[in-house]
């Protein structure tokens, strides 16, 4: 097995074992388990949270990592001696992320970017509480105060700018695959629009051709990198390139050109343009004209087709919005900031 799947394995783990983790954390913390008490048989916590022995293992080898377990050989675990926990500092960080995305595993950039936040917050003492919100959802102050309460920072996963834009923080926040800043109280992290137009205008150029055609999703997040794009190719050009938007969910065609490149500012729409091109020709798109896919997805998704992308390791973004949420906790004055991450052309 690789090591990187085996990272896969212990953190599905920790994931099962969260709320049992998370308890712990509080209790120990809190001084509701005094130094020294031993703790229920694995078998007990396990029938406790509805989860297996081996997560139950897991999520209680991964408190004593953080020093507020200690195991005794053939007596059991118990909590830490006393000095070693009084030096933790539990920080609390909501994560909000579509519902789909916590009710399975769908290997798609809000997993990946997740993973990354669940791996940083492992090394740490940082307790991750994951919110389901829809990415349409409204809710009022109140609501979101009640929401987040007792957590210090939240970090948004998703296309919630709208939403971004509602609310009045009174913690930090930073937003994955949003645009929104809320008036410049939000961190925004994510693949930077720029440096990837100028390697597809590269890309494109090493290719020969002399047009290119631009298609997009009409969220900003998506328009920004299709707009990036098409000011670029006119800067470097003097061509002005045409731009087309499409949603998610339509079966669409196109009268493909040879000697043009067709840039896709996702490559979920790149995916479904290739499925529907393979269902009506029995052919690879990728494979009779250049096209060329933007964020990574089809790295993280063995279903996708193998078209060329400009990718980033979303679960480095992760752990970026995770430290940065951090960092704002703990420096109050600091100023939320744009965080652009430069991508890699993967063929």
């Not at 509602?166 to 913690?171: A, H, L, M, P, V």
């Not at 790295?299 to 704002?328: M, S, Y």
Request: with cysteine; hydrophobic share 40%; net charge positive.
């Amino acid at each position: 097995m690789s090591i990187e799947k085996n990272e896969e394995t212990a953190l599905y783990g920790l994931r099962a074992a969260k709320q049992m983790i998370r308890n712990f954390e509080e209790h120990i913390i809190g001084g509701k388990l005094a130094a020294g008490e031993k703790i229920p048989s694995l078998r007990k916590l396990a029938a406790e949270y509805k989860i297996s022995y081996v997560s139950a293992l897991r999520g209680i080898n991964f408190l004593c990592t953080k020093g507020l377990l200690q195991k005794s050989a053939n007596r059991g675990f118990f909590v830490s001696a006393e000095n070693k926990v009084h030096n933790v500092s539990l920080i609390k960080v909501a994560v909000v992320m579509p519902p789909h995305c916590i009710e399975k595993d769908f290997g798609g950039l809000i997993n990946s970017a997740y993973t990354g936040i669940h791996t940083a917050a492992d090394k740490k003492v940082i307790s991750l509480v994951s919110l389901p919100v829809k990415e349409d959802a409204f809710f009022s102050g109140n609501e979101w105060e009640t929401l987040i309460q007792g957590c210090k920072g939240a970090v948004f996963l998703g296309n919630y700018d709208e939403l971004l834009q509602k609310i009045q923080f009174r913690i930090p926040a930073v937003a994955v695959l949003s645009m929104s800043t809320g008036n410049g109280s939000i961190s925004c992290i994510g693949i930077d629009a720029v440096s990837g137009a100028e390697s597809a205008w590269k890309y494109f150029k090493d290719k020969n051709c002399s047009n290119i055609h631009i298609f997009s999703n009409p969220g900003k997040e998506y328009r920004l990198r299709a707009l990036t794009c098409r000011f670029f190719w006119e800067e470097k050009e003097n061509k002005l390139p045409p731009v087309s938007y499409f949603g998610n969910d339509s079966k669409h065609d196109f009268n493909f050109q040879y000697g043009t490149g067709y840039f896709f500012s996702s490559d979920h729409l790149l995916q479904i343009f290739s499925l529907n091109w393979q269902k009506k020709h029995n052919k690879i798109l990728s494979e009779e004209f250049c096209v060329l896919g933007f964020d990574g997805k089809r790295v993280n998704q063995p279903d996708f087709h193998n078209f060329p992308t400009i990718a980033c390791d979303w679960r480095e973004i992760g752990t970026i919005a995770l430290e940065e949420c951090i960092d704002r906790i703990n420096n109050p004055g600091r100023p939320a900031r744009r965080i652009g991450l430069t991508g890699r052309l993967i063929q």
